[in-house]
């Protein structure tokens, strides 16, 4: 078998770029052909020759020593069995790195900024996933000349972050609980203490199960899943959407042991839950809305949630603080939320919040059952 290496570069461009996109012209060209049917036409969308992308399709399938097209004239070009598999698995483990590859791509941003432009402030912020979060970090850029080294973590971790001086701000989010949340109490109380931390608004958003296109095993909550043969696409410990699942099934009176591969090998984001329900490989899996449509997926809105931003009290003052509290008090993060499917900007964007007063569970010690405010309705507007 040959043996094959990759490697991986990076240039320097226009500040154009969103999310972790990173380009691979094999993967553009099984794209295309895949979406096209066609050889002439998949150059066509990918502004090259006909006889450039099938002298391309030929020295990839030299290089890797597999076909990767069925084409007979007259017919359909259509990927063979193993590009499909090439280009889903492609998919997944690129979706999987999104996190890492944002952080590294604002730490080469940072050390450029900083080398061409002293006065610009940096701001480290560790925080749950979320689909926002990179558009924050461009209208900061453009807004307040405010650099934010962005690191996704698990809303645990990025909290534990902000613990240990690793971050100013950290980034975490929580369902509306009204009453008693003795998992998020047990969770979040050891990390934040009222009076030293405070809150920032940033956004409101809402948690659903994404499905497949048509949802074809009818699910409509997490209690369907149980007795269904869905694999369920589970989110890693220590994140938030975890926690969220761990809560609604304990609200259900449903034992996680009663879903199908509740605990098998779970993902690190949104985006790679959505991903892996898209390549077949799970049928179902809690995530936010932008996520599922970003991969073709219907969405069953569950619970919405507030996205909030905290830092010790101390570091309110701090100038980048304040800089990041003036971009989420204007009118360019209230648009970018309006773009993205499930969120709506919060009203209290950019205002310094109480913990206890934002979070009405913080000091509730009844053991009633605990009540979440649900979700819009689906097909409302959010």
Request: charged fraction near 20%; charge should be neutral; proline fraction near 5%.
């Amino acid at each position: 078998m040959k043996t094959r290496g990759i490697h991986l570069q990076y240039t320097f461009g226009p500040p154009d770029q969103r999310g972790a996109d990173i380009q691979n012209p094999l993967f553009d060209l099984l794209s295309a052909v895949r979406e096209h049917g066609s050889i002439q036409q998949a150059a066509k969308a990918l502004g090259a020759s006909y006889r450039h992308i099938w002298g391309s399709l030929k020295q990839w399938e030299e290089a890797i020593g597999e076909s990767l097209v069925v084409w007979t004239q007259g017919q359909p070009a259509r990927l063979t069995p193993f590009a499909e598999r090439l280009l889903w698995a492609e998919t997944r483990a690129r979706t999987r790195m999104t996190p890492h590859i944002e952080a590294l791509r604002a730490e080469l941003e940072r050390v450029l900024t900083e080398a061409l432009d002293g006065s610009q402030q940096v701001l480290t912020i560790y925080a749950s996933h979320d689909l926002a979060l990179p558009r924050l970090r461009e209208i900061a850029s453009t807004d307040e000349r405010l650099h934010i080294d962005l690191r996704f973590a698990g809303s645990i971790d990025a909290l534990r972050a902000l613990a240990e001086g690793r971050c100013l701000v950290a980034g975490f989010h929580v369902p509306r609980i009204r009453t008693a949340a003795p998992l998020f109490a047990r969770a979040l109380k050891p990390l934040l203490k009222p009076g030293q931390h405070k809150l920032i608004g940033c956004t409101q958003r809402t948690q659903g199960l994404m499905v497949a296109r048509g949802n074809p095993l009818g699910l409509h909550t997490l209690g369907d899943l149980v007795g269904s043969p869905a694999r369920f696409v589970n989110r890693q410990e220590g994140s938030a959407t975890r926690l969220l699942t761990d809560h609604l099934l304990q609200q259900a009176g449903v034992a996680p042991s009663a879903i199908t591969t509740y605990f098998e090998p779970s993902e690190d984001s949104h985006l790679a839950v959505a991903a892996a329900i898209a390549s077949g490989v799970g049928d179902a899996g809690m995530g936010i809305e932008a996520a599922a449509q970003a991969f073709g997926l219907d969405f069953v809105p569950i619970v919405a949630e507030d996205y909030f931003l905290v830092c010790l009290k101390e570091a309110l003052e701090h100038p980048a603080v304040l800089r990041l509290r003036q971009v989420l008090h204007g009118e360019h993060w209230q648009t970018a939320l309006q773009a993205l499917p499930g969120y709506t900007g919060a009203d209290s964007a950019g205002e310094v919040l109480s913990l206890v007063r934002a979070l009405p569970w913080w000091n509730y010690r009844s053991a009633k059952a605990q009540r979440l405010e649900p979700a819009p309705v689906a097909g409302a507007s959010t």
